[in-house]
């Protein structure tokens, strides 16, 4: 009698267990989130497209759909529905993007993230859960970012300061050697600032090859801050290149100016003894003319 009360018992128990299970296995879905990126930088922002295919038996209505990654701290980003989403058998409906926000202290390497996903079964209201496996998503460094972004402006600096320096360089060679005193010390305090170039052009050439070792060695950070540091030293360069053209450009009008007056003194120098010259001419004519007559 005992032996026929359990299985009595356990085929109760199966009946219900099959009265339940078909009825939150009979509604599959297959969620889908696709980042923007397979990487992203810390302290990013991006987004995941989300898409639902029905692979159940009867429709269903998406009521919550969350991402959530397995960088530290609360990392939930919840997908805007206004209302809930139907979705008819065999159909697979885009829903929408959930945007998110890279934490700017995530670890760098290799995070995971997965698809939460709360339906129903109408029209009984019958509520299910799903959850998609893990994905990996890659997190990078915030500094190579940076880096990336900068190492094009440190690099037209740089070429930048070695044209100014090489023409101040051109400039001063060509000029020679003034004879006018002022002409003279512009040209001296123009070497003088060409040497200061030369000085801030050699520290950024320094930063910039020190830049490319760190950033060779992944060492973002220490890049980035020699890759300001070429920058930088660059566009000091740079200035003290343009205050040695200024002055050079001094001494060029002050030597232009002396040589002019230079000019002017030799033609006047010479001119008297022609006019003198001249004049004697004419009055030894007049006197010869006089006799005759």
């Not at 990392?75 to 993007?97: A, P, R, T």
């Not at 996903?117 to 998609?132: C, R």
């Not at 120098?269 to 001419?281: R, W």
Request: with cysteine; proline share 3%.
């Amino acid at each position: 009698m005992r032996f026929y009360v359990k299985v009595f018992s356990f085929l109760l128990l199966i009946s219900i267990l099959a009265t339940q299970v078909p009825s939150c296995y009979a509604q599959s879905i297959d969620p889908t989130g696709i980042p923007s990126s397979p990487e992203y930088f810390q302290g990013n922002d991006g987004f995941v497209e989300v898409w639902i295919k029905n692979n159940g038996s009867a429709q269903v209505g998406i009521t919550l759909v969350r991402v959530h990654f397995s960088w530290a701290g609360l990392n939930v980003f919840n997908l805007s529905l206004s209302s809930m989403v139907n979705i008819d058998v065999g159909v697979e409906l885009y829903l929408g993007k959930i945007n998110f926000t890279v934490p700017i202290d995530a670890t760098v390497g290799y995070h995971s993230y997965y698809l939460y996903v709360e339906f129903e079964s109408p029209p009984s209201g019958e509520k299910h859960t799903w959850q998609t496996s893990d994905n990996p998503v890659w997190v990078e460094d915030r500094y190579k970012n940076l880096c990336d972004d900068f190492v094009s402006i440190a690099w037209s600096k740089l070429a930048n300061a070695r044209a100014n320096v090489t023409n101040v360089q051109s400039a001063i060679q060509s000029f020679g050697s003034p004879q006018n005193q002022e002409a003279n010390s512009f040209l001296l305090q123009a070497q003088s600032k060409l040497e200061e170039a030369q000085t801030f052009l050699s520290r950024a050439e320094n930063a910039y090859s020190n830049a490319s070792k760190y950033y060779t060695l992944r060492a973002f950070q220490d890049a980035y801050t020699s890759f300001q540091e070429c920058a930088n030293a660059s566009d000091n360069a740079s200035a003290s290149a343009a205050e040695a053209s200024s002055l050079i450009a001094q001494a060029q009008q002050k030597e232009t100016v002396y040589q002019q007056q230079k000019q002017a003194q030799q033609m006047m120098i010479f001119g008297i003894p022609i006019a003198l010259a001249i004049v004697a001419f004419v009055v030894i004519i007049l006197l010869v003319k006089k006799r005759h007559v």
